[in-house]
């Protein structure tokens, strides 16, 4: 284990308390501990397990099944226009366009007036319902009933009523998404449910691309609805043989169980276009949903929810009483408070009277004698094991449900008062003839997503995924356990069903079941259950079917991925931290006097005044625009860092003035703002879930706010999960509430993303026109947070193990379309040796976030630091990623416009492939360069994979791979991979730019001619992209400036390559062709010397001979100084 210590100047800064002589004991004792190793290990006792979670507890393992039974009401199923719908919505949104954002009242669309206002919901977004109708929960003992029985306190539970009424509403896309959505019935006398639960469209969704499909048939063999549908003007009628054979159809392909598969009980809706089509199957009791490719006449739905009787929604209650006079429940109530009273006398002994004075990072309590707490050694607790019995109906007795801590919960010496009670929501998704599902980052573990659930216990983890964004104090690695960020996106990959996905809207604290279950005939089905603490079931399907199809409805769904500022895909260098201005000046001479190329530098909390976030420590950087501009006249960037606690200070001007303004999170009362515990000691947080809020932040990086800092400034987002130190599990209660009264469990899992997307507007708008594309790494992230910036691993370690996880987390961001990620190179706490350093360097080098970082514990460890050997190899690996910064460059291009991701697995390029599917040790970038990173020490040789579809290029001997086998399948091969090789290959029928001039930083190179790589298929062609732009303003989308050049190559008809050209504004670019040249092409595999190759353009008829060299041995072709450029069209022929 690596040893492991805190930011002790942070505490010695903070006024810990008033007494001067405790504040010198305690820094005193905090030096002489800095020195104290520890051991490298997570502190279990500080992160709760499902088990400790109520809601987890409850409705793990179908535990409260039998207490959940949901029908469709047909008399309230109704059938909208879309039309009308669509119509409806646009003018409800105008009606109410000058009222506070967050705010604006969308109704449904398309009902009478009574409708509307029983199904408004002010936070709903994107396309109107198209069908809805009533869910009623008929189990002879609901939640509600079991409760008031529970708690009940003398009251006549015969005159009360238990009746369980939930909304549901089915939006279709024009994309294939449906979007399945339960909420609340609203009752107007009801204290807890007449306003609709909290959701966060408005705060995630990407509405401008989110169309309504135009047209949809609904049909049913239930009468009395099929009736309802053949009133609608808007609905083709279809026969009623017709009706009844593709009902039947539907029935059979989906193997419904024989007591539901009643014709009678479905209603089928039909939505597309004739090239592409989709059907929804919507089982009326017990209520489930099928999708099906409506082009499929046979086959297994691609997805289905709520098969298995695990939908659970717990309305809002009234928690009148407290006590029964029954048996079992008094036993439960003297439990619960033996185990209180047990719990609070711990909590008392927790500190042996000591005063608690200040936290770690940890959590672990520092005293005013200068102590710190000691974590305690907890036995770890034996395996549960799972023998499926929530797959099986149970004959649970009345008191076997679990009833604790509805309305109350304790973790630790925190009590969450829960004032609404039990409000979980949770429902299984199945993928039928699915064994491959990915996706709910982030956990420190293998891509695809392991077993968590399964019957006779046979799977990976006893613990389901951990959905709740913490930061976790020296993470493990193999585990569920919850991390800094996370999104609920599972995407399923078959070869029988293709690519399906699902994303499960939810930001509350989620747990997620995976489960395989063996099905007639052979096949395997994927199940995962998931289980929020709050919300709605708000549920996205996305159809597929291949990766670019679901990955285009996932951009449209959430948005898209900003093009970064090029500088941001160079190397980054950081520490915590540079001490001081001389420490950062001699940091970058020493890079440009080894002539290595890196683009930022980065500084950390100790920069600041005592940790005063948009300030300077005048004594150790007393001049720092001085210090930038010097950086920046040598193209280099600085970064940074700005967390999200604000010191409680009312000298500091950012505290005072959030303060008078109310900006920041309050307390359960709603009357006191929110004091916990991070880096500068005593701090407040501001409330990013409000719009003015987040506006009065992004103005504090206004120049004349944000003293010191210049265009060439940008920013880190660090502890932004929020990391509360003397928190529950590290971060917020869950009772806090904002400034709208909406509870943080409600949005805890948005905070993070908030936070940076305020910051990269901030840093947006400081500049003249806004048109400065910024830069923010953050920590934390929710689903959208592509939109906003990076994203890293966190604080990883320098072993050898954490290098292997990078590769399997990275892929699982991608997988989530979360692309603009990386892993901290060398590992942030502990110390690297040559060999790790120089694998990690070469590793990320093909990695989309390249950044070096390492704990001030830590040796330094600048690329010179080990010797002058390792040094030019470090020095080789970044070189090879600056010559592919053109590549790059246009990767992340494609990915903003398709939404497929920069880093790809193996299956979302070769989908037909099954055994790449768990393939996480190799990856794609774009779908031209295969990557095997050197993870082990020692190493000599790699194990890679290729697939037989396409040829092979090694990158550095540009030499084809020899490879048998058949096309369609793989093959594995052993590759040399000494110290000085990562194994890298071109696909053939690929073209690849780069800019092969050594320089020292992105900026240096921006008019460097291109080189042009071409790798021959086995038809002799390739083709490539090229994108181009200013790479560093928002030109590109404002004036459409930029230009995209695409090369061909088809030595059957003797064209070596084509340049075929595409502008967005063609005035602006072509005065800049001449800065856009090629300077070399690189033809590979050309099998002998031609006799002549020739150039044709637009501007001359004449064919002009070009001056090659061909390589005998290698059959590589070089086309030297063609003196064209890449804005121009042309064409180079050869004469065999």
Request: charged residues 25%; contains cysteine; proline residues 4%.
């Amino acid at each position: 284990m690596m040893p492991r210590h805190h930011r002790s100047s942070s505490i010695c800064s903070g006024a810990l308390i008033a007494r001067a002589t405790t504040i010198l004991a305690l820094c005193a004792i905090i030096s002489t501990a800095i020195f104290l190793p520890v051991a490298m290990a997570v502190d279990r006792t500080k992160f709760r397990t499902c088990q400790q979670t109520s809601f987890c507890r409850r409705h793990r393992h179908g535990k409260s099944k039998r207490l959940y039974d949901y029908k469709l009401v047909s008399e309230s199923v109704q059938l909208h226009n879309v039309k009308d719908a669509v119509a409806n919505a646009a003018a409800s949104s105008a009606a109410v366009a000058s009222e506070k954002r967050g705010l604006l009242s969308k109704f449904l669309g398309g009902y009478s007036s009574s409708e509307t206002e029983q199904l408004e919901d002010p936070f709903v977004r994107g396309p109107p319902a198209i069908f809805t109708a009533k869910l009623v929960n008929v189990a002879p003992l609901t939640s509600t009933k079991l409760t008031a029985q529970t708690y009940g306190d003398g009251c006549d539970l015969s005159k009360m009523s238990f009746e369980e009424e939930l909304q549901l509403s089915v939006h279709l896309h024009e994309d294939g998404v449906a979007r399945i959505r339960i909420k609340e019935v609203m009752e107007e006398d009801s204290s807890v449910r007449s306003t609709p639960r909290w959701t966060s469209d408005e705060l995630v969704l990407n509405e401008d691309e989110m169309v309504a499909v135009e047209e949809v048939q609904a049909i049913s063999t239930n009468p009395a609805i099929q009736e309802k549908f053949d009133e609608s003007e808007s609905n083709n009628k279809m026969p009623a043989v017709e009706v009844k054979n593709t009902v039947s159809s539907l029935i059979k392909r989906a193997n419904v169980d024989s007591s539901s598969n009643n014709d009678d009980n479905f209603i089928v809706l039909t939505y597309g276009s004739n090239e592409e089509q989709w059907k929804l199957m919507i089982q009326i009791q017990p209520f489930a949903v099928y999708m099906f490719r409506g082009n499929e006449e046979d086959g297994p739905p691609i997805i289905a929810a709520g098969t298995n009787g695990l939908t659970h929604f717990e309305v809002r209650r009234s928690k009148e009483c407290s006590t029964t006079t029954t048996s079992t429940v008094n036993q439960i109530e003297d439990k619960t408070m033996n185990d209180a009273a047990a719990d609070a006398n711990e909590d008392v002994n927790r500190h042996g009277g000591k005063e608690v004075v200040g936290y770690w990072e940890d959590g672990l309590a520092i005293y005013a004698d200068g102590s710190r707490e000691e974590r305690k050694e907890v036995a770890e607790e034996e395996d549960e094991v799972d023998k499926g019995e929530g797959r099986e109906e149970r004959r649970l007795e009345e008191e076997e449900f679990d009833t604790k801590d509805m309305w109350e919960e304790k973790f630790g010496d925190h009590i969450d008062s829960k004032p609404y009670g039990p409000m979980s929501v949770g429902m299984e998704l199945t993928f039928p003839s699915s064994t491959h599902l990915f996706g709910l980052p982030e956990h420190a573990s293998s891509t695809q997503l392991k077993t968590t659930a399964g019957m006779d216990g046979h799977h990976y983890y006893k613990e389901p995924y951990r959905l709740y964004n913490l930061d976790v104090f020296e993470y493990e690695l193999d585990e569920t356990m919850a991390l800094y960020g996370h999104i609920p996106l599972v995407v399923s990959q078959s070869v029988k069903t293709g690519t399906a996905g699902a994303f499960w809207f939810n930001p509350t604290e989620t747990f997620v079941d995976i489960e395989e279950t063996p099905q007639a005939g052979g096949d395997m089905d994927s199940r995962t259950h998931f289980m929020s603490e709050s919300g709605i079931v708000d549920l996205f399907l996305l159809p597929g079917s291949d990766p670019a199809s679901l990955y285009g409805q996932y951009a449209r769904l959430t948005g898209r991925m900003q093009l970064p500022p090029i500088f941001s895909l160079g190397y980054h260098q950081c520490r915590w931290n540079y001490r001081d201005e001389a420490d950062v000046y001699f940091v970058h001479s020493k890079f440009e006097e080894l002539d290595y190329p890196y683009d930022v530098l980065w500084l950390d909390i100790e920069h600041t005044d005592g940790k005063r976030y948009f300030t300077w420590d005048d004594k150790t950087f007393p001049n720092p625009i001085e210090m930038q501009n010097k950086l920046g006249a040598t193209g280099r960037r600085m970064v940074t860092i700005i967390d999200p606690h604000i010191k409680r200070d009312n000298q500091y001007y950012i505290h005072k003035e959030a303060t008078a303004r109310g900006l920041y999170v309050k307390d359960k009362s709603g009357n006191k703002d929110y004091d916990g515990w991070c880096w500068p000691g005593s701090s407040s947080y501001l409330d990013f879930t409000v719009e003015k809020v987040r506006n009065w932040w992004a103005d504090q990086f206004n120049y004349d706010k944000y003293k010191g800092s210049t265009p060439t400034l940008f920013t880190w987002n660090d502890m932004n999960e929020p990391s509360v130190f003397n928190g529950p599990e590290v971060s917020m209660q869950k009772d806090l509430l904002n400034l709208n009264n909406v509870e943080h469990r409600e949005w805890h899992n948005l905070y993070g993303m908030l936070f940076q997307r305020s910051t990269a507007e901030g840093l947006t708008q400081r500049n003249e026109g806004a048109n400065v594309r910024p830069f923010v790494l953050s920590r934390s992230f929710f689903a959208g947070s592509q939109r906003y910036g990076a994203i890293w691993t966190g604080d990883n370690a320098a072993e050898w193990s954490h290098l292997q996880i990078a590769s399997p987390m990275l892929l699982g961001l991608n997988v989530a379309a979360l692309s603009f990620v990386g892993a901290d190179v060398g590992g942030f706490f502990g110390n690297c040796d040559a060999e790790l350093i120089t694998r990690w360097m070469q590793a990320a080098a093909y990695q989309p976030f390249f950044r070096g970082h390492a704990h001030h514990d830590s040796k330094r460890r600048e690329p010179w630091m080990f010797g002058d050997e390792t040094m030019v190899r470090l020095r080789h690996a970044a070189m090879a990623r600056y010559a592919l910064l053109p590549f790059w460059y246009t990767i992340f291009w494609q990915a903003g416009v398709s939404g497929m991701p920069v880093m790809r697995t193996m299956w979302m390029q070769y989908p037909d492939i099954p055994g790449l599917y768990s393939i996480d040790d190799q990856y794609l970038i774009g779908s031209d360069l295969l990557v095997k990173p050197v993870t082990s020490a020692g190493a000599t040789t790699s194990h890679v994979l290729f697939p037989l579809s396409d040829c092979w290029y090694d990158v550095d001997t540009m030499q084809r791979v020899k490879l048998a086998g058949a096309p369609g399948s793989y093959v594995a091969k052993t590759v040399e991979s000494g110290i000085d090789k990562i194994p890298v290959y071109q696909r053939g029928g690929s073209i690849i730019p780069r800019k092969l001039r050594l320089r020292r930083s992105s900026y240096l190179m921006i008019n460097d001619p291109y080189t042009i790589y071409i790798a021959l298929n086995n038809e002799l062609k390739a083709e490539g992209t090229l994108y181009m732009d200013d790479e560093t303003t928002f030109d590109h989308e404002k004036r459409d400036d930029y230009g995209v050049a695409t090369f061909s190559s088809d030595l059957s008809s003797s064209i070596i390559v084509q340049n075929t050209v595409t502008l967005g504004n063609k005035s602006a670019l072509q005065e800049s062709k001449d800065e856009r040249m090629i300077e070399r092409i690189v033809v590979m595999s050309i099998a002998s010397k031609p006799k002549e190759i020739t150039l044709t353009t637009l501007s001359s008829a004449t064919a002009i001979p070009m001056e090659f060299h061909y390589d005998e041995e290698s059959k590589i072709l070089v086309i030297r100084k063609p003196d064209v450029s890449a804005l121009d069209q042309w064409t180079m022929n050869l004469t065999p």
